[in-house]
């Protein structure tokens, strides 16, 4: 359940951040990918699963996130 909680408070402040990277997707994109990407591998770290794997996923997500938000 701690793991769900913080990986939903990770995500969510993921997101807020998204909000004020860059003025077009691409720039959002690249920049929410690198913030999600570091957010992955650190909660991947604490929580005890792969860095690798959660640097991935989390950069996928926010490089989406990034890509559809609006400045």
Do not use: N
């Amino acid at each position: 359940m701690t793991r769900k909680i913080a990986l939903g408070l990770a995500l969510g402040g993921m997101l807020a951040m998204l909000a004020g990277c860059g003025e077009d997707p691409g720039t959002r994109a690249v920049t929410g990918g690198l913030l999600g990407a570091g957010a992955g591998a650190g909660i991947a770290a604490v929580t005890g699963g792969k860095p690798a794997t959660g640097a991935l996923i989390g950069g996928g997500v926010g490089a989406v996130g990034g890509a559809v938000t609006s400045p």
